[in-house]
């Protein structure tokens, strides 16, 4: 009687507080599941990043006021001897530049462009006659005879002499220096080629050999840089006369090999200034307005160009052959009266790219948290991606286990009942 007792409390108590108990871990286990879902999917939505903008650069102080230079300050200055004249002149010339060659080196190019190579190689040799400069295309050397020149003589077979180089031919050394600066495709030659072409062609013929060197040689920065400042320089050069066109073609060149920011720049607003000087001074004042730049202004190209256009309304009232001589003085007295408002122009440039570098740094600072933000994001997702699943998987393991369980219970309490009724049952027959 008291195991029918304690059976029946068994079936239902313990079994019924247990499949409460454990559906209760099954609805845990089924929200921890669906909470899993959700934050895969929030996991897979891309983190918002954020928008970073530069801040407005900072409009410029304006200059000082300039102490004007006017033309009675010029004329009172300046040499009334020609000898006086002259020896200032002197001071402005420039020995001509001519740049060392480079070894010879070769390497495998592309071959696209070959034939626009050749066409501006054959104009060259228009402009460059075979006849007048045979040296120049075919190169220099000298014959040695390893067995004797008597044999050689002898025989006349060219197997007894060897030919040493000393010079490369023009073509060759078009393609050795090119494709030192890298400009190793033909099409890049053709280019380059069609420019000296130019150039040559405002320069006298018996002078053309001087300068082709020195063009052969030339590079500014990169490719583009090199065109432009060749075209720069086909520009400018038919505004000086023949004598002194050699000189003034070589002064730019060293100029924009020193300065290949403001070089060409320089170039352009000569253009517009030199035509205003007589012809045979303008070399001359070109040496002049280069030698202010970089004394006196510290790459400051628009405080030169401020205070040379200062200049040029004087032209008209200066002896034509005193013109280049009049602008030294002028740059000589505007420095002399303008001496602090340079130190605080100078000041002001510096102060302002001083803000412009902070903004800068603070932009790019800017950025580089705004992603490391982002990466965070990311990273943090990712983690709860990966603990997500790891969720999930629990949740489902433990769903499985508590069926298992259930199912378990459910099977033992079944048992219970089906012994319980037949107990019940017998009881009744014993009756």
């Not at 990043?49 to 530069?54: A, G, P, S």
């Amino acid at each position: 009687m008291k195991q029918k007792y304690f059976s029946k409390l068994e079936n239902k108590y313990y079994y019924g507080i247990s499949r409460t108990f454990w559906h209760f871990f099954t609805a845990i286990a089924v929200v921890c599941f669906v909470v899993g879902v959700v934050m895969i999917g929030w996991s897979y939505i891309p983190p918002s990043k954020e928008t970073v903008t530069k801040a407005t650069p900072p409009a410029k102080e304006i200059y000082p006021s300039q102490a004007e230079v006017n033309i009675n300050d010029i004329l009172d200055v300046l040499p009334k001897d020609k000898k006086k004249v002259k020896e200032q002149l002197e001071k402005a010339k420039e020995e001509i530049y001519i740049p060392t060659q480079m070894p010879n080196q070769k390497k495998e190019r592309d071959t696209a462009g070959l034939k626009v190579f050749e066409r501006q190689i054959a104009y060259m040799k228009n402009i460059l006659p075979y006849r007048e400069f045979t040296k120049l295309w075919n190169g220099e050397g000298y014959y040695t005879y390893p067995h004797g020149e008597a044999k050689y003589k002898v025989t006349k077979n060219e197997a007894y002499r060897k030919f040493v180089s000393t010079q490369r031919g023009l073509i060759e050394q078009i393609e050795s220096r090119t494709d030192q600066f890298g400009f190793k495709s033909y099409k890049e030659k053709a280019k380059l080629v069609e420019r000296y072409n130019n150039i040559l062609k405002t320069i006298d013929l018996k002078n053309r050999n001087r300068i082709v060197m020195s063009l052969i040689n030339f590079k500014n920065k990169d490719f583009e840089k090199t065109i432009h400042s060749l075209e720069s320089l086909n520009d400018i050069l038919p505004l000086f006369n023949q004598e002194d066109i050699i000189r003034a073609f070589n002064s730019y060149v060293k100029f924009i090999k020193n300065n290949p920011n403001d070089g060409v720049p320089l170039i352009v607003f000569e253009k517009e200034i030199l035509p205003k000087f007589s012809k045979p001074e303008r070399h001359l004042a070109s040496n002049m307005i280069k030698s202010e730049y970089i004394n006196y202004y510290n790459n400051s190209l628009n405080g030169l160009k401020e205070n040379t256009l200062n200049f040029i309304p004087f032209l008209n009232k200066i002896d034509v052959n005193k013109q280049a001589v009049a602008l030294s003085y002028y740059y000589k007295i505007y420095r002399s009266k303008n001496s602090e408002r340079l130190v605080q122009i100078q000041n002001i440039e510096d102060e302002h790219n001083r803000k412009i570098a902070s903004i800068d740094t603070e932009f790019a600072k800017a950025k580089m948290e705004a992603e490391a933000n982002h990466l965070i994001k990311k990273e943090k997702k990712s983690f709860w991606r990966s603990k997500s699943i790891q969720g999930i998987g629990v949740a489902l393991g433990t769903i499985l286990i508590i069926t298992v369980i259930l199912l378990l219970l459910s099977m033992i309490r079944n048992v219970n009942k089906l012994a319980e009724a037949m107990l019940e049952n017998n009881a009744q027959k014993n009756k």
